[in-house]
Structures are given as structure tokens and as C-alpha cells.
């Protein structure tokens, strides 16, 4: 049984997991946020899932601050980088990969919501599935300066964080084991993101 009590005391210690999982939950939600081939979402829910399972006091609250200070950061750098675009004679490749995320019904529509609802757009656009990327390009067309953008995009990111960490509390509580919880978390950060896709297709083409 010796391999057995070895393998035990190789088992990280909650400090350690935390240690590690702080900083990999905050460089995935930022790489997420510029480039959104990471499911963020998923992975907010699935260590909300963890930290339910946590005798450290304050992990959930951790796991909120990480998701939202790097999706923060992630937005601004991405916003940054479009205005050096948008500023530049020849364009730049972010500005190009922005507007190439950004199909142009629905860019309209994120304008059209801009001019009448401000910064209130920024927060909803964070929740919508594949709607943060149209009303980011919008600012950047409008010319919207770094700071305005960060005064809309700050509670965009907390409620984004929120939201998704309440979806991971949800389905830890469903289940005992934090594998099923993260499962179940998965599943419904899944859902909720293709969800919209699935109705509009089945709804077909607006009417003029």
C-alpha cells in the first residue's frame, strides 16, 4: 500500500490547486476575451463549480474577481488594439479580425442600439451570445475614447462573471461530485450559447 499513501501525498493541497487555478482561470478568460476560440463561459462555470467544493473561505469570491478582472483586461486590450486600427491609414489585423467577427446585420443593429441606449448596450452585449464583438466594433466606428469604453465595459464584465459563475452554483448544487457539477456546467454554458443561433435559424429571415 505504499504507492497508495505516495499518491496520496502527491494529491495538490486546496492552497496549491488555488495557487495554480487562480492564474490559469485568468490567463484563459483573457486569451478568451482576445481570442474568442476559448470557451470562457465554460470555464467560469466550471471553477465556480470547484470553489463550491472548497473549504478555503473566499473562493467564490475569487473565482469572480479572477473571470472579471481578466475579461476586463481582455476587452480592453482588444478595444486598444481596434482604436490603433481605426486611428491607422492602412487599418491594422485586429481591426480586420474584429470586423471579420462582426457579419454586418448585426453590426446595424449594434449601432442602431448604441446611438440609443449608450453604454447600457455594453453590459447586454457581454451577455448575448456572439454579441460582445459587433458592439465593440460599433464603439470603435463611433469613436468612442478608451475611457468611455471602459465605464461600460466594467459592469458588462462583473454581470458576465455573475452570470456564469451562478450557472456553475447551479449545477454544483444538482449534483455531490464536483466532476458532475463541472459536466453539468459545461452542458448548460453550451446551451446558453448556441441556443440564440438555433432559434434564428428556425425563426428564418426577417421580413422586410
Known sequence: MSWLGAATLNIPTEPTQQALGYPSLFLLVLIGALVPVVP????????AVVAMHQTLPFAMLMVFATASLAAFCGDMALYW????????????RWLEAIRSRAPEDRL?????????HDVA????????????????LACLLAKWPLRRFARGNLPACLAWAATYQLIGVLSGALFSKPWEGVAAAIALTVLVSVAPGVW???RGPAKA
Open 200 to 202: 434564428r435559424r428556425l
Open 81 to 92: 488594439l481596434g482604436r490603433r486600427g481605426v486611428g491607422s491609414k492602412n487599418g491594422s
Open 108 to 116: 446595424e443593429q449594434a449601432q442602431e442600439k448604441l446611438a440609443e
Open 121 to 136: 448596450v455594453l453590459v447586454l452585449s457581454r451577455l448575448v451570445p456572439a454579441g460582445r464583438i459587433p458592439v465593440m
Open 40 to 47: 470562457t463561459g465554460a470555464l467560469v462555470s466550471s471553477a
